[in-house]
């Protein structure tokens, strides 16, 4: 099976990528730099926002792995929220496409995480 993975050089990204591979499955590879992703993938440097077809620019893959986010690990950036029409929209094209094999994931920082509580309270404190 052909997979796109998106945010490949990522901190999930790199090993699920290796994970993929191992289970042969054709892995086409993309970021913005692809430089710390397995070289047995397709590596793909760009910016997902600017392609006209994606369908078709990365080869007509049979499932995609989306992980890709901006500004991954700054907590609250306002580009988590100002993205999510670009992300809608490059998956819808996709899906328009005839992928039918889709998985969005990422970690907590596209979101901003709550950690511990504060002293004396069962409140939960927002880092």
């Not at 070289?39 to 997902?48: F, I, M, S, T, Y």
């Not at 792995?65 to 993205?83: K, Q, T």
């Not at 899906?95 to 995480?113: L, P, Q, Y």
């Amino acid at each position: 099976m052909k997979i796109l993975v998106t945010g490949a050089n990522g901190y999930i990204g790199q090993g699920v990528v290796k994970a993929l591979l191992a289970n042969d499955h054709n892995v086409v590879a993309t970021d913005f730099k692809t430089t710390y992703v397995d070289d047995r993938a397709e590596k793909v440097n760009c910016d997902l926002f600017s392609v006209e077809d994606p369908y078709a620019f990365f080869g007509r893959p049979d499932a995609i792995l989306h992980l890709a986010w901006r500004d991954g690990f700054v907590h609250y950036s306002e580009n988590h929220i100002a993205d999510l029409p670009k992300h809608y929209h490059f998956l819808k094209s996709l899906v328009d496409a005839g992928i039918d094999k889709v998985s969005v994931m990422g970690t907590m920082h596209e979101i901003g995480f709550f950690e511990g509580r504060k002293k004396g309270s069962g409140e939960i404190k927002k880092v």
